[in-house]
């Protein structure tokens, strides 16, 4: 399967743990993205990189969201002490950009769960 | 008022109708549209991507796009009960594909 690829599928965790997330993209996709989405809403803009470089951040990042690329492959995204509002689907897609849009491929998400 | 709207249904179809699904928005400066097909606790999966306007067909699937308009459509003929999904459009400006904008989706029903 060349698409891409999240770990775990499903997350179960208690207020105020530290959660992290994997995400393989296409393996020839340069960008990849971060997204969460709740019931009944589409996808919510987290931030994304091209290759290593994380490029863009949404203003409603909380700070106790990161996520890294290291080596403009794999990406993780963790989220620290986790809350109540922190429960929904965290989707990774990927992208190949050179020139011009190209569109987004996501996996099936990683789902949150806070008790 | 959101930048995109999107009726979110539930639309019920019997099997082999043909479903029509849409989406208006606001800014004129969005170029590139595509639609998605996301099962239940699944990801999103592209089912269409347009630029500018103008039809694009791809087997049972027809998109369509109005920019004089604001306003976009995925046509889907023969539907089958395996068509049963929530389908999200997304647009982005020229130049600034990083940060789709999104639908809420419309949760299409099809019956036997």
């Known amino acids: 399967d060349t698409g891409v690829s999240q770990d775990p599928r499903h997350k179960i965790t208690k207020r105020g743990q530290n959660v992290t997330f994997r995400c393989d993209p296409i393996?020839?996709?340069?960008?990849l993205y971060w997204y969460r989405q709740t019931l009944g809403q589409g996808p919510e803009f987290l931030t994304y990189f091209q290759n290593e470089a994380q490029l863009e951040k949404s203003r409603l990042l909380s700070d106790r969201f990161s996520a890294e690329r290291p080596k403009g492959s794999f990406s993780t995204l963790e989220i620290q002490r986790t809350e109540q509002g922190d429960s929904a689907m965290y989707l990774c897609?990927?992208?190949?950009?050179?020139?011009?849009?190209?569109?987004?491929?996501f996996g099936d998400g990683t789902r949150l769960s806070i008790l | 008022q959101k930048e995109v709207e999107q009726d979110p249904g539930p639309l019920s179809v019997p099997e082999g109708a043909i479903v029509s699904l849409n989406c208006t928005y606001s800014?004129?400066?969005?170029?590139?549209f595509m639609w998605y097909r996301q099962y239940s606790r699944k990801g999103p999966e592209l089912l269409m991507y347009?630029?500018s306007s103008g039809n694009k067909e791809d087997g049972r699937f027809t998109a369509q796009v109005d920019k004089s308009s604001k306003y976009i459509s995925l046509f889907i003929r023969d539907s089958q009960p395996s068509d049963s999904a929530t389908y999200l459009c997304?647009?982005?400006?020229?130049?600034?594909?990083?940060?789709?904008?999104w639908g809420a989706g419309t949760k299409l029903i099809i019956k036997p």
């Open positions: 393996s020839e996709h340069n960008r």
């Open positions: 997304a647009m982005s400006p020229r130049g600034s594909n990083y940060q789709l904008i």
């Open positions: 347009t630029y």
């Open positions: 897609a990927s992208s190949y950009h050179r020139d011009g849009n190209q569109p987004q491929h």
């Open positions: 800014n004129s400066a969005f170029q590139y």
